[in-house]
């Protein structure tokens, strides 16, 4: 992925790294997991303070079918976007996305940007569809994909169980690329460039 690394500006001026995690991060994400914040690990799939836990997720890295792509600043991760392809089945060309920030460094862009990446990522790796998954009180993040384009899919009842073994309601979210081309491409017709 010869894009990577690279430098990008936050809202505050702030310059930090993108890069994509190798097999030496563990450790660095790691201490990451244990910085966020219980109440913003509650919604997380897994425990993501147990070692044995992140390498088993990104233990095998293999950039087609797991893209994790990290945020850099003063040599701290501060924020980590996935996005997860099956290798086969009817599922292939579906890319599901995870984002998390440190509370120091949201609601400065970041959350964009990472989206951003995501998204040429699944252009150039043949995801027609990519999905979020998020309980239901997650109304900030829920408002922060609507804004990237994301519509609410469906919503299963007490479909899952948090770190405090309560039930909640799982919002299933979706964009589709190619809806997302067609309208970039709507615009550019109709963008006269000849007035500039």
Same mark, same amino acid.
């Given at each position: 992925m010869e894009e990577y690394p690279k430098i990008v500006t936050l809202k505050d001026k702030n310059k930090i790294t993108l890069r994509l995690m190798g097999k030496d991060d563990i450790d660095a994400l790691l201490e990451f997991y244990k910085s966020i914040p219980k109440e913003n690990r509650q919604f997380l799939r897994m425990d993501v303070t147990k070692r044995n836990n992140l390498e088993s997720r990104f233990g *095998? /890295?293999?950039y087609l079918h797991v893209f994790p792509v990290l945020a850099i600043d003063e040599n701290q991760i501060v924020g980590i976007a996935t996005m997860f392809k099956a290798e086969m089945g009817w599922k292939r060309n579906l890319g599901e996305v995870r984002v998390l920030i440190s509370p120091k460094y949201r609601r400065k862009g970041l959350a964009t940007i990472f989206v951003r990446e995501l998204f040429y990522h699944a252009l150039k790796t043949k995801i027609f569809k990519i999905q979020a998954e998020m309980v239901e009180n997650? $109304?900030? +993040? #829920?408002? +922060? =994909? @609507?804004? =990237?384009?994301?519509? *609410? $899919? +469906? !919503? /299963?009842?007490?479909?899952? !169980?948090?770190?405090?073994? @309560?039930? *909640?309601? /799982?919002?299933?979210m979706t964009l589709d690329?190619?809806? #997302?081309?067609? /309208?970039? $491409?709507?615009?550019? $017709?109709?963008?006269? #460039?000849?007035?500039q």
């Amino acid at each position: 992925m010869e894009e990577y690394p690279k430098i990008v500006t936050l809202k505050d001026k702030n310059k930090i790294t993108l890069r994509l995690m190798g097999k030496d991060d563990i450790d660095a994400l790691l201490e990451f997991y244990k910085s966020i914040p219980k109440e913003n690990r509650q919604f997380l799939r897994m425990d993501v303070t147990k070692r044995n836990n992140l390498e088993s997720r990104f233990g *095998k /890295l293999d950039y087609l079918h797991v893209f994790p792509v990290l945020a850099i600043d003063e040599n701290q991760i501060v924020g980590i976007a996935t996005m997860f392809k099956a290798e086969m089945g009817w599922k292939r060309n579906l890319g599901e996305v995870r984002v998390l920030i440190s509370p120091k460094y949201r609601r400065k862009g970041l959350a964009t940007i990472f989206v951003r990446e995501l998204f040429y990522h699944a252009l150039k790796t043949k995801i027609f569809k990519i999905q979020a998954e998020m309980v239901e009180n997650q $109304e900030s +993040a #829920i408002s +922060a =994909f @609507e804004r =990237f384009g994301f519509h *609410k $899919e +469906a !919503t /299963l009842r007490r479909h899952v !169980t948090d770190i405090n073994n @309560e039930r *909640k309601n /799982l919002i299933i979210m979706t964009l589709d690329i190619e809806d #997302i081309w067609y /309208l970039m $491409e709507d615009h550019m $017709e109709s963008y006269d #460039i000849r007035g500039q």
